[in-house]
């Protein structure tokens, strides 16, 4: 099923995981999703390791996630170290796997790769999603910034990036992990003045380890809010209370962004289920709730 579509119906909730080491068998992976797999997500994104390290096993774990658990899958691919015949041979394995959503990525820049003056097949994650739209059928979902690209200063620009992105024919948008609402929110105004209109998952990672967090951080251009800041300096050197805090602030987090309407949330699992099924437990009866609010609307309109 197209994820697309599944917007039309409800909210969604969507789990993120990761592929094994290369050193470690696919086996591994088998106990995240069996535990992931009771909780009936609407859909299992599967990271592509940098620089396409892990693009065999991200189509493989996919195909599993399709096929074995009857979940709808979302392969993340990059472009920007790949050649139009390796991303030919990428969608064809996807394809012929019945995996019939991606998220499509310009991935990391490598170091140094912009000293050799290589003219690359793709050089944003927009010329990908026209080529795959131009030669295949398939669901294109993409990634979006709250609180801007780290790469691009000028948040008005990003926006009239991610604008471009939309109009070659990405579907539907997640967010990159963010920890303050009101920069989802002035995120969204911006991105409805200039119509784009798809629906936007909201990324969802909750804090379990603060040095992790922190790298995440770094790279991703999120803030930490000053409460958030707060329950770190409180409660870092103890792990079971911080992932119980972690856990609180991102159900708190969530129940707002229902509150105000979102299309869905995306969580980051970190390959950690117990954090999804902490989540989930917290979350159910009012995803039970907008869902039902839902499925009337959808009556009505019969």
Excluded: W
């Amino acid at each position: 099923m197209f994820i697309s579509e599944l917007f039309q119906q409800k909210k969604v909730v969507s789990f993120e995981i990761f592929p094994p080491k290369l050193t470690s068998s696919i086996e591994v992976i088998y106990d995240t999703i069996d535990a992931l797999a009771p909780l009936r997500p609407d859909f299992i994104s599967v990271t592509y390791g940098a620089g396409g390290s892990t693009s065999k096993t991200t189509a493989e774990i996919a195909s599993i996630v399709e096929n074995k658990y009857n979940i709808n899958s979302l392969a993340h691919l990059t472009c920007i170290t790949s050649s139009k015949e390796q991303i030919e041979g990428t969608l064809t394995q996807l394809a012929d796997s019945n995996v019939s959503n991606i998220l499509a990525l310009r991935g990391d820049i490598p170091k140094g790769s912009e000293e050799t003056g290589r003219v690359r097949d793709f050089q944003y994650a927009s010329d990908l999603v026209a080529y795959i739209q131009n030669k295949h059928s398939f669901c294109l979902g993409g990634a979006c910034y709250p609180e801007g690209h780290p790469e691009c200063p000028d948040k008005d620009q990003d926006i009239e990036n991610l604008r471009r992105k939309v109009d070659a024919g990405v579907g539907f948008l997640v967010t990159q992990l963010f920890y303050d609402n009101d920069a989802f929110f002035r995120f969204q105004e911006k991105v409805a003045k200039l119509n784009i209109n798809v629906p936007i998952l909201a990324g969802i990672m909750p804090i379990t380890n603060r040095v992790q967090i922190e790298r995440i951080l770094a790279l991703s251009n999120a803030r930490m809010p000053q409460k958030l800041i707060k329950i770190l300096d409180k409660f870092e050197h103890n792990m079971e209370a911080l992932k119980d805090a972690g856990i609180a602030y991102a159900t708190k987090q969530i129940v707002e962004l229902l509150a105000n309407d979102i299309d869905g949330v995306h969580i980051y699992t970190m390959n950690k289920p117990q954090i999804a099924k902490d989540l989930v437990r917290n979350l159910d009866s009012l995803f039970y709730a907008v869902n039902s609010q839902e499925t009337r609307k959808v009556g009505n309109l019969d």
